[in-house]
């Protein structure tokens, strides 16, 4: 079954483009000491600053393929607490993902990177756009990968159609059985690398994702933005052009990405086509 049409079934089952600005080349990065107990983060590689955020659940090791394709860039990794078996530490209690959109923008304050390219999957692509439109001038290039700005609208929804069943997944989380699904959707979503995620913050993310709506934020966003999304076949290509364009209809001069034969995970089900977009959208910033 292909991972981008799991979200309908996980929720059932719970009740013109603009001209390119050049990244900054890379900066030392600051001795100044970065403490989190909601995102850790791990540096490799020299050149342009290029941040990675996974997806819900996920681990920074779905960017190893990309950033060893693509040599010449310093790639921050970050990984998000409690997601693939790591112990939940800031995200235990309350609002995960704009808690941590708020720590990435520490981050790169506190590491003094000049306006960096900020590159995000899935929840990573909801997060990246919050800093972006945020924090307009701290960036320099953003690319999101297969997410909407209403994440609902992935499963042809509102945040107002799909509350009742946002709040029974976060619910879920409290009983025994409730867990047991909340890991069976994380094995679904994420595959291996996801196992071991912390079952409540998985269903407190995912309660975040389903009522929020980025489309207003979009024109405060003045980074170059490029949205990858995936089609998984032939028939449902002209559907997902239509709903990626009008989504992202307020972000100006946004560059829409079409991956064909892939599912949710492009980086792992289309991984050349995906690296050759990848490539693109960071190409002659060396």
């Not at 990675?52 to 970050?78: E, Q």
């Not at 692509?125 to 209403?150: C, N, S, W």
């Amino acid at each position: 079954m292909k991972m981008r049409f799991l979200l309908p079934l996980a929720l059932a089952i719970v009740a013109a483009p603009a001209a390119s600005a050049p990244i900054a080349a890379s900066a030392p990065v600051s001795a100044k000491p970065f403490s989190s107990t909601r995102i850790s983060v791990t540096v490799q590689g020299g050149g342009p600053d290029v941040i990675l955020i996974h997806g819900l659940g996920g681990s920074r090791d779905v960017w190893k393929g990309t950033a060893s394709a693509l040599p010449g860039f310093r790639y921050h990794l970050v990984q998000v607490a409690g997601f693939a078996g790591v112990a939940p530490g800031g995200n235990a209690q309350g609002s995960v993902v704009a808690p941590v959109a708020a720590e990435i923008m520490r981050y790169i304050a506190a590491r003094g990177l000049r306006r960096p390219a900020l590159v995000g999957h899935s929840m990573g692509g909801t997060i990246a756009t919050m800093v972006a439109a945020r924090h307009p001038a701290a960036v320099g290039k953003l690319m999101v990968v297969d997410m909407l700005p209403q994440p609902a609208g992935l499963v042809g929804s509102s945040p107002a159609g799909v509350r009742g069943l946002a709040e029974a997944m976060r619910n879920a989380s409290a009983t025994p059985g409730g867990r047991r699904l909340i890991e069976s959707v994380i094995g679904m979503f994420g595959g291996e690398q996801a196992r071991g995620s912390d079952t409540d913050v998985v269903a407190r993310a995912t309660h975040e994702l389903a009522l929020l709506d980025l489309t207003a934020e979009l024109p405060r966003i003045k980074a170059p933005m490029t949205i990858v999304y995936a089609s998984p076949d032939e028939a449902r290509r002209a559907s997902a052009d239509r709903l990626y364009a009008s989504a992202y209809a307020g972000a100006q001069g946004a560059k829409l990405v079409r991956i064909d034969d892939s599912g949710h995970m492009i980086m792992y089900d289309q991984p050349v086509k995906f690296q050759a977009a990848f490539r693109k959208f960071l190409g002659g910033y060396r």
